[in-house]
């Protein structure tokens, strides 16, 4: 057996690449994840859509996180919604009625993912949105995003954000309407027609 001498860099060899990590699906998924509006509430709306690779392949092992304001434009400040088994502390989903705004869903086989909360409202000057974040194979760093809901066309002109876009990069941060209350938002990560993506420092 050779050994090596790890001590000079030039005289190690290559190791095989591995498959980028990490997998969110091992513990971050949880019942309920997508239904982050209480039960019945009348400003319920349905959002769907999927997640696309460069080639507008679908990604069936990405995660969305959604964090939105409530009809008022108020950021909840509940501490939570999640029921836990007593016995054995697996999640049981949510209870059904607080309202937290947030919710993470797996894309399912297909690239696919769906969620249920309330319509946003306003806050300052920007339009009403949804905040969004992505977590994907390949991804070493999850991505954010925005949705804003068609309807309102002087609120959508005057939002700082979108004002600094052009019209298609705009446009890839408008969900569209596919009837009452229910909107698709697909998330294309690179390539023609590439979400709009914020950078935080």
């Known amino acids: 057996m050779t050994k090596i001498d790890t001590s000079r860099p030039e005289t190690v060899l290559p ?13 971050l998924p949880f019942p309920g994840g997508g239904d982050i509006a209480p039960v019945g509430h ?10 696309l690779d460069g080639e507008g392949k679908p ?11 409530d009809p008022d434009g108020r950021v909840s400040r509940t501490d ?9 502390g697996g999640f049981l989903g949510r209870n059904g009625v ?6 993470r869903v797996q894309t399912d086989a297909s690239g696919h993912w769906t969620a249920r909360t309330l319509r946003p409202g306003a806050r300052g000057r920007s339009a009403p ?28 002109a005057a939002d700082p954000l979108l004002a600094r876009l052009d019209g298609a990069r705009r446009d890839t941060l408008i969900a569209e309407e596919e009837g009452p ?19 935080f420092q």
Do not use: K, N
């Open 129 to 156: 949105y949804i905040s969004v974040c992505v977590f994907a194979r390949g991804l070493l760093v999850h991505l954010f995003t925005r949705i804003y809901l068609p309807g309102d066309a002087a609120a959508l």
């Open 42 to 51: 009348p400003d319920t709306i349905t959002l769907q859509g999927y997640v």
């Open 80 to 88: 939570g919604s999640m029921r836990r088994d007593p016995a054995s």
């Open 15 to 27: 190791t095989p690449s591995h498959t980028v990590g990490p997998f969110y699906g091992h513990a």
């Open 59 to 69: 990604l069936p092992d990405a995660f969305v996180e959604l964090w939105g304001a």
């Open 181 to 199: 209350g229910a909107y698709r938002f697909d998330i294309r990560l690179q390539g023609e027609g590439e979400t709009v993506f914020l950078e």
């Open 98 to 103: 607080e309202f937290t705004g947030w919710g």
